[in-house]
Every structure is written in structure tokens, then in C-alpha cells.
């Protein structure tokens, strides 16, 4: 669990109503700016904490290529299926772990709009959390063990391939390339989620104030919404093509 709290009751609720209505008072205030940080900042500063906290690598490969490449023959269509069906149950686990930051973020979202009650957030907040870092600690075990894992499917086919095989093999290419994208955007999305979670666990222990807490909060929510909506139009690419 690379050394990190996974409890799953960790009573945030009352801490994240605190910061819900700060959020909320302070923006009648006028006093809470919406650009409290760009959306590039986002991504690299939970990246660097995640890296930090887990001792885990968040690089995020885009080719078809996972692992060190030291073979330079082009791939077979064996390799090719192994590798993309190595990356569908990647991505399940991806999806799994972003169901519950999406649920967090629409609740924001309509709690701003006046859509539902604080009191209806919170419920929504507190069935997103439960499990939340075991899914997180689920899909970084998954995807480690892709990205360590070799499998490539690469290279320009063999010119002996008939006209067949060499299209089944083209189109294996296409589709571990569109999960390859697909996966990257989810692994910087579920880096996201992860910094926020780490952030009410410090707000609930008093290592930051419910201010910082705001602050963080209004970050990951924006970020967060735009690299979703990144990953969801990534992953319907991915899920037309198949090997």
C-alpha cells in the first residue's frame, strides 16, 4: 500500500463541509478568487507530492511501448493482443478508482450551481471516499505491472506478412496507441484525486488550515474536471478500436 493510511472511514465529513462553506462564503465575499491556480500548475505539483508520498513512478508513457525496449523486430500480433488486453484491465482498474472522483466533482459542481443542499454533498462526498485510496493503491499494483512489464507492439510489420495479417497487425498498433493515450490522461486524473484525498486526511489531522484547505480544494476540483473530461473523450477513441 506503499506506506500510506487506507482506511476507509476517515471522518471527513465535518472537515469537508468546513471547507465547502468557507468556499461558499467566502466566494459571496468576493474574497475567494476562482483562478486560485492555473490548471497547468495542477498536475505536476500532485505529481511530485504522489512521487513523494508512494515512492511510486508517475511517468506516463504515450507509445505503445511499455517497459524498456531493447528488442528492435517488429512486433507479432500475439504481442500486440497481449498487450492491449494487459491495457483494457489497466484501464478498468483506471475507471474503477475515477468513478469515485467524478461522483466528488459532480456533487461540487451542482452544490455551486444550487442544484442540491450541502447537506446532499456531503452524502454524496462520504459514499465517494469510502475505499477510495485502495482503488487508487489498486490501479497504481495494475498499471505498474504494465508499464514493467515489456510488452510492446511497435515496429513496422514484417514485409513477409499477406495483406490479412498485416492488417490485423496495423490495427492492434492503432488500438494499444489509442490506450496508451488514454491511460496517460488517467493516470494524471488519479493523481488528482490522490493529492485531494491526502489533502482532507492532513486538514482532518490539523496539519493545514481549513483556508489552505480551500484553497487546495478549488484547485483539484477545476483540474480535476477538465482532465476528466480529457480522459472520457481519450478512452471513446480507445473503446472503437479493438485487437
Known amino acids: 500500500m506503499h506506506g500510506r493510511h487506507t482506511r476507509t472511514d476517515h471522518g471527513w465529513l465535518p472537515a469537508m463541509g468546513l471547507v465547502v462553506l468557507i468556499v461558499l462564503m467566502s466566494a459571496a465575499a468576493g474574497t475567494v ?13 500532485t505529481r511530485s507530492l504522489v512521487a513523494t508520498a508512494t515512492g511510486t513512478s508517475t511517468a506516463t508513457p504515450t507509445s ?5 525496449q531493447t528488442e528492435q523486430a517488429p512486433a507479432t500480433l500475439a504481442q500486440c493482443r497481449s498487450l492491449w488486453a494487459s491495457q483494457v484491465s489497466d484501464q478498468l ?33 462520504k459514499r465517494s ?18 508499464q514493467a512489464s515489456g510488452r510492446r507492439c511497435s515496429g513496422a510489420p514484417d514485409a513477409g506478412l499477406g ?10 498498433q492503432a488500438a494499444t496507441e489509442a490506450r496508451a493515450a488514454a491511460l496517460a490522461l488517467a493516470r494524471t486524473a488519479i493523481t488528482t484525486w490522490e493529492h485531494h484525498i491526502m489533502d482532507m486526511e492532513r486538514l482532518r489531522a490539523g496539519e493545514i488550515t481549513p483556508a489552505q484547505a480551500t484553497a487546495m480544494w478549488l484547485q483539484s476540483w477545476r483540474a480535476g474536471a477538465r482532465q476528466l473530461h480529457d480522459y472520457d473523450r481519450r478512452a471513446t477513441t480507445a473503446q472503437r478500436r479493438t485487437c
Request: aromatic share 6%; net charge negative; hydrophobic share 50%.
Open 33 to 45: 478568487g476562482w483562478l486560485v491556480a492555473r490548471d497547468s500548475d495542477a498536475a505536476p505539483a
Open 129 to 146: 471516499r469510502l475505499g477510495a485510496l485502495r482503488q487508487v493503491d489498486h490501479f497504481r499494483s495494475v498499471d505498474n505491472e504494465l
Open 64 to 68: 505503445s511501448v511499455v517497459g524498456d
Open 93 to 125: 482498474a483506471a475507471d474503477t478508482a475515477l468513478d469515485q472522483w467524478r461522483l466528488h466533482i459532480d456533487a461540487m459542481n451542482q452544490l455551486t450551481a444550487g442544484e442540491i443542499t450541502l447537506e446532499q454533498a456531503a452524502a454524496f462526498w
Open 163 to 172: 495483406a490479412a495479417p498485416h492488417k490485423q497487425l496495423a490495427a492492434c
